[in-house]
């Protein structure tokens, strides 16, 4: 049986990890959790030109081949945990349990640097329908990859950039993120949404970073990564936009229009974890569960009206994120 890719794509705060979990509740799916920490895509630059896929292609396709052995308690242990199909039969599911419990034993090993050794996958998984992994680390390569990886499916999340800018500065004053470097204060982040085409159609330079605020800096980077992997995705028939604070507000629509694209089934399953993650709410920075239709609307009660009305002076200068600004309200 061939088993089909998928990934969930999408800058750090955009939704990536409720998406993924939505996807993940199918009993068909088999889900990594940001395996690229655990094992690095070798070569790949952060921003890559989608004109220069062919470049990157053997790089892309050694990564996906290797997946298997991309497994660690960071990237398969990532709650909630689904009941699956492919772990039907007794030996299958006693093996899955020895190998969580494994990985569980290598979390308190590691658990002081978070660096816990990837894994092999159990032979049951290789029966999973969809290999479903997620990355925050490759937005800017979106267009590369649709086309080295034609048969790799991509969601791409995008979030309304008022509520990115916001969760990811809440993050950085409360030392939520992961990174010793804010992202507003990174200006490695920023020189690579530099070197996009929407930036030198902008006329933005490395420089630029100086003279910006954060709520700037921050800006311009969404702007440039999603702008970019848009136009690069476009005519790519393996490739979707997935409107984050849209999806929060119809859930249950959104989801079976994502199903719909991945051609999966839309099961019982998936329908409960979605009113369950919708209809409770968590105040922890990473919860997947919480009160959705409230998501979209967060950042009002948090930004002031001048660092508001610049993120949308700057998001709005490129056309197609524009209407993504338009859509998500």
């Known amino acids: 049986m061939s088993q089909q890719k998928v990934a969930v794509i999408g800058l750090g705060r955009s939704g990536t990890t409720w998406i993924s979990k939505v996807v993940d509740s199918s009993p ?10 655990v094992k690095a895509v070798e070569c790949v630059p952060y921003v890559s030109d989608a004109d220069d896929f062919e470049v990157w292609e053997r790089y892309l396709k050694d990564y996906v081949v290797t997946l298997p052995t991309a ?13 699956k199909a492919y772990l039907g039969s007794l ?12 990985l569980r034993l290598d979390q308190l ?7 816990s050794p990837a894994r092999r996958w159990p032979k049951a998984v290789d029966n999973a329908e969809v290999m479903l992994w997620k990355s925050v680390d490759l ?43 804010p992202a507003s204060e990174d200006a490695g982040l920023f020189d690579f949404a530099m070197r996009t085409k929407v930036a030198q159609r902008l006329g933005l330079r490395t420089a630029d970073w100086l003279k910006f605020s954060k709520v700037e800096r ?18 790519c028939k393996n490739y979707m936009e997935v409107y984050f604070d849209e999806f929060c507000l119809n859930p249950l629509e959104y989801a079976k229009r994502i199903f719909a ?16 993650s919708t ?51």
């Open 109 to 115: 090993l590691y658990k002081a640097n978070d660096r």
């Open 261 to 276: 694209f991945l051609g999966m089934e839309f099961t019982p399953q998936t329908q409960q974890f979605l009113s369950s």
């Open 71 to 83: 497994c660690s308690a960071r990237s398969v242990l990532k709650r909630p945990l689904f009941p």
């Open 279 to 329: 209809s409770s709410k968590s105040n922890k920075y990473y919860s997947v569960s919480r009160q959705s239709d409230e998501v979209p609307q967060t950042w009002k009660r948090h930004l002031d009206q001048e660092s508001i009305d610049t993120i949308l002076r700057i998001a709005n200068s490129m056309p197609h994120m524009a209407e993504v600004i338009a859509r998500s309200g």
């Open 139 to 181: 937005a800017g390569s979106i267009g590369t990859i649709l086309r080295a990886l034609p048969d790799q499916k991509v969601l791409h999340s995008i979030r309304h950039p008022c509520g990115f800018i916001d969760s990811v500065l809440r993050g950085e004053k409360k030392g939520y993120l992961e990174s010793t470097i």
């Open 28 to 37: 068909f799916v088999f889900y990594l959790h940001e395996p690229d920490y």
């Open 91 to 102: 030996s299958a599911r006693c093996n899955f349990m020895l190998f969580r419990g494994r």
């Open 218 to 235: 921050l800006a311009y980077f969404w702007l440039c990564i999603n702008e970019q992997a848009a136009e690069d995705a476009q005519g």
